[in-house]
């Protein structure tokens, strides 16, 4: 793999400071002590949202607390919480360990269901909504637990003879009591890429189910047996028919949307000639940074999802944020 000069610093949900504490995990009685203890902090989660409220910062504020501006709302181990899938997500620098709770959506009005509820005011809210304004530590406790989460709620039964299986080590393992086969949580690794032509031109494309205007740029899911400079090259043949080369890395993130990672890079386009797979794409265009600016300000193409690396791929490339190419138009 090359990798860029220029990688991607600081991605969303990629700075984790929670030490996950992989040998403590092996401990049978782990869970039960952590529940014990009022020192413990908790952070339930109803589906795929989590209580969040506005971060206060006081003139003292340490080194060690939380930055951005909105924090998880965690609690105490409750006596309920000894029925529940409880997930270890680690322990901070200070010792303090921390643990996920999942429960069903059921009880969130519809105001904190709904997807457009706004991350700036205390309720429960999703990871997409609130990631960019937690912390590090909060949004990589979330982003943990809602990925542990979604493993278990999709893989209770042993793949092997279909006993059901019981969770060990803190949610990081299932084992079955039928075959005594142990199975870890996945995650799916995809490749993000900015392809570019000679002209410096972005190739760009909508899939099937996006609505109109909303653009990014390529990626897909890495096969088994695959590198993943092959799997930019093929996933680029496939959506558009066009080949690559000079692939270089630019940076990764967890995308627990339910599994990923998503790991960028960019790549040098051989042609422009553009060959769609309607199965895959049902748009795709090659747009100057004058012309993917000017689109932005007219609403031609709606902003990148602010979380995604997408959204920092795409900056890398026309070198400025979206937030300053609006303020420009605003201006």
Same mark, same amino acid.
């Given at each position: 793999?090359? $990798? ?11 700075? /984790? ?28 989660? #109803? ?21 951005? +501006? ?25 010792? /303090?360990a921390y643990l996920g709770v999942a429960l069903?959506?059921?009880?969130? +009005? ?18 997409? $909504? ?57 995650? +799916? ?24 205007? #909303?653009f990014s740029v390529l990626a897909g899911f ?30 990764? $993130? ?35 940074? +004058? ?28 070198? $400025? ?11």
């Amino acid at each position: 793999m090359v $990798q860029s000069a220029d990688t991607l610093p600081d991605l969303a949900l990629s700075r /984790t400071v929670l030490d996950r504490s992989g040998i403590e995990r092996r401990d049978g009685g782990l869970v039960e002590r952590l529940l014990a203890d009022p020192a413990t902090r908790v952070l339930e989660l #109803r589906g795929d949202r989590a209580p969040v409220e506005p971060q206060v910062r006081s003139q003292g504020q340490e080194e060690h607390e939380e930055h951005g +501006d909105l924090r998880l709302r965690l609690r105490a181990p409750t006596a309920e919480d000894s029925g529940r899938l409880v997930l270890f997500a680690g322990r901070d620098g200070r010792g /303090t360990a921390y643990l996920g709770v999942a429960l069903p959506a059921e009880g969130l +009005d519809r105001a904190d269901r709904s997807r457009e509820r706004p991350p700036d005011v205390e309720g429960w809210v999703t990871l997409r $909504q609130a990631g960019a304004a937690l912390g590090d530590r909060d949004a990589g406790l979330f982003t943990t637990v809602l990925s542990l989460a979604n493993w278990h709620g999709t893989h209770t039964h042993c793949s092997r003879c279909g006993a059901p299986t019981a969770t060990s080590q803190g949610g990081w393992l299932r084992v079955c009591p039928t075959d005594h086969s142990e199975h870890y949580p996945r995650t +799916d690794p995809a490749v993000i890429m900015a392809v570019v032509d000679a002209d410096e031109r972005l190739l760009l494309g909508r899939g099937p189910q996006w609505p109109d205007n #909303r653009f990014s740029v390529l990626a897909g899911f890495v096969e088994p047996g695959e590198s993943l400079e092959a799997a930019v090259a093929r996933e680029v043949e496939e959506e558009v028919g066009i080949d690559v080369t000079d692939v270089r890395y630019l940076g990764n $993130q967890p995308w627990p949307f339910p599994s990923s990672v998503m790991i960028g890079f960019t790549a040098r386009a051989l042609g422009t000639s553009i060959e769609l797979d309607p199965h895959e794409l049902s748009e795709a265009r090659w747009v100057t940074r +004058d012309d993917y600016r000017t689109a932005l300000r007219t609403g031609a193409i709606h902003r990148p999802f602010g979380l995604s690396i997408a959204k920092r791929i795409i900056e890398h490339w026309l070198g $400025q944020t979206i937030e300053s190419v609006m303020s420009e138009s605003e201006g």
